[in-house]
């Protein structure tokens, strides 16, 4: 018998290097993704840091996650009762990685490393696994941003016998570039979603920033490719979907 879950996904302007302002976003966004009934919730690509490719600011932005630093992240999340996919840079040792954590009421549930990078991404190491989790009964895996270019990447969360792929992405571009693929960005998840028989959730940013620009897009996927919801282009805001799977 399928359940309905409902999910939810943040589009945000990135806030850059600054810890205490993101988990503010993280604590207001994820309180009201609860109030609307939300189990689970998105945040962007590199959102708790900031997304660079500048491997000085990624080294000095990093996190290790056995660290006490990170820990007492954790005991700020602790409060939130909707579990969170939040996007992070992750250092071990000395290799960086763009990495989502999968945080719950203040635990480290586990985490996802993304394992297809860009060519302005080569400062990262690419990760080689695929988690699947299980929150409340929904299974899910993650592909972060350029993973879904990639078919073997959400069918390797299928696969596993997950529902729902979520998705962590940061598409902030050269103007003509954004405008390219304002529209693409949703018809590949699509296309993987379609593929796999799973529900895609994706959390992007938006904004401009050192004239670049992320018009988005933050929605909900269903199996057979339909966009289900949507926030709208170029504008910051919470998306909470029931999903039935």
Same mark, same amino acid.
């Not at 602790?78 to 989502?100: C, D, F, H, N, Q």
């Not at 860009?118 to 993650?142: H, K, M, N, S, W």
């Not at 529900?199 to 289900?228: C, F, K, N």
């Given at each position: 018998?399928?359940?309905?879950?409902?999910?939810?996904?943040?589009?945000?302007?990135?806030?850059?290097?600054?810890?205490?302002?993101?988990?503010?976003?993280?604590?207001?966004?994820?309180?009201?993704?609860?109030?609307?009934?939300?189990?689970?919730?998105?945040?962007?690509?590199?959102?708790?840091?900031?997304?660079?490719?500048?491997?000085?600011?990624?080294?000095?932005?990093?996190?290790?996650?056995?660290?006490?630093?990170?820990?007492?992240?954790?005991?700020?999340?602790?409060?939130?009762?909707?579990?969170?996919?939040?996007?992070?840079?992750?250092?071990?040792?000395?290799?960086?990685?763009?990495?989502?954590?999968?945080?719950?009421?203040?635990?480290?549930?586990?985490?996802?490393?993304?394992?297809?990078?860009?060519?302005? *991404? @080569?400062?990262?190491?690419? /990760?080689?696994?695929?988690?699947?989790?299980? $929150?409340? +009964?929904? #299974?899910? =895996?993650?592909?972060?941003?350029?993973?879904?270019?990639?078919?073997?990447?959400?069918?390797?969360?299928?696969?596993?016998?997950?529902?729902?792929?979520?998705?962590?992405?940061?598409?902030?571009?050269?103007?003509?570039?954004?405008?390219?693929?304002?529209?693409?960005?949703?018809?590949?998840?699509? *296309? @993987?979603?379609?593929?796999? /028989?799973?529900?895609?959730?994706?959390?992007? $940013?938006? +904004?401009? #920033?050192? =004239?670049?620009?992320?018009?988005?897009?933050?929605?909900?996927?269903?199996?057979?490719?339909?966009?289900?919801?949507?926030?709208?282009?170029?504008?910051?805001?919470?998306?909470?979907?029931?999903?039935?799977?």
């Amino acid at each position: 018998m399928k359940q309905r879950f409902t999910v939810a996904a943040c589009q945000l302007f990135d806030v850059q290097d600054d810890l205490e302002q993101t988990l503010e976003e993280i604590i207001e966004y994820a309180t009201q993704a609860t109030d609307e009934g939300a189990t689970l919730v998105c945040f962007p690509e590199n959102y708790l840091q900031g997304y660079t490719v500048d491997e000085r600011q990624a080294r000095r932005r990093a996190i290790d996650l056995s660290s006490v630093q990170f820990a007492e992240i954790l005991k700020q999340l602790k409060p939130l009762r909707p579990t969170l996919v939040i996007g992070l840079i992750e250092k071990v040792e000395e290799s960086l990685y763009i990495t989502a954590v999968v945080v719950q009421r203040g635990k480290l549930l586990g985490h996802y490393r993304k394992n297809r990078l860009t060519a302005g *991404e @080569r400062l990262y190491a690419a /990760g080689t696994e695929t988690p699947v989790f299980e $929150v409340d +009964g929904l #299974r899910f =895996g993650i592909n972060i941003c350029y993973d879904t270019q990639c078919s073997q990447r959400a069918a390797a969360v299928a696969n596993q016998g997950a529902a729902l792929v979520v998705c962590p992405c940061y598409n902030m571009l050269h103007p003509e570039n954004a405008e390219t693929w304002k529209e693409k960005h949703n018809a590949i998840r699509a *296309e @993987r979603a379609r593929e796999t /028989g799973l529900w895609l959730l994706s959390s992007d $940013v938006t +904004g401009e #920033r050192d =004239g670049q620009i992320s018009y988005g897009p933050t929605a909900v996927i269903d199996p057979g490719g339909d966009v289900v919801a949507q926030v709208p282009l170029l504008e910051e805001g919470l998306l909470v979907q029931e999903i039935l799977v």
